[in-house]
């Protein structure tokens, strides 16, 4: 009885999916919105490619239902990554001789990463923190998304906070 459809926002997909749930929610459309993320992307890289190791395939959910004011999401920020312009895909064929696309990333991928990551971070979450009317001192703690083990040192850095006020996800990937 329910409505589903697919969004599709690449490796930024859950942040928009649930952002998209929540404003459905808030609005009234719907009661609850289950959300479901996967990515598949292990198929895709050649696996003599240096960077193969970096994607692998999961799926996790989160049912979205309304709350109590200034409860759940308070703000939000997704801004569009394109600038990087890391990965491109080429057309392949596998064993069999069907057609297979295989994603490759880019020799200049570190050095755009480097250059960009601070301030896609700083943007993202001075956004977030406007749309929620609240400072950065008053969050008790931050989860970054940590699937490289360095960025939660990283992103504690530039936004200037201590490693205490920080959970790193990484170990558990």
């Known amino acids: 009885k329910g409505a589903a459809w697919n969004i599709n926002g690449g490796t930024g997909s859950t942040p928009i999916a649930l952002q998209t749930a929540h404003a459905l929610v808030q609005s009234g459309q719907y009661r609850q919105v289950l959300v479901v993320v996967s990515c598949t992307y292990g198929h895709c890289f050649d696996e003599a490619d240096t960077m193969s190791w970096f994607s692998s395939d999961a799926a996790g959910a989160l049912l979205v239902g309304a709350l109590e004011a200034n409860q759940g999401i308070l703000g939000t920020k997704v801004i569009h990554t394109g600038a990087m312009d890391v990965v491109t895909a080429k057309p392949v064929k596998d064993s069999q001789g069907n057609p297979q696309v295989y994603m490759q990333i880019s020799p200049s991928a570190n050095k755009l990463a ?60």
């Open 114 to 173: 480097n250059i960009l990551a601070e301030e896609f971070l700083i943007s993202c979450c001075e956004g977030a923190l406007e749309a929620a009317g609240v400072s950065l001192d008053q969050i008790d703690f931050v989860i970054f998304h940590s699937l490289c083990a360095w960025f939660t040192n990283f992103g504690a850095r530039v936004l200037g906070i201590s490693k205490e006020r920080t959970i790193n996800l990484n170990p558990y990937y």
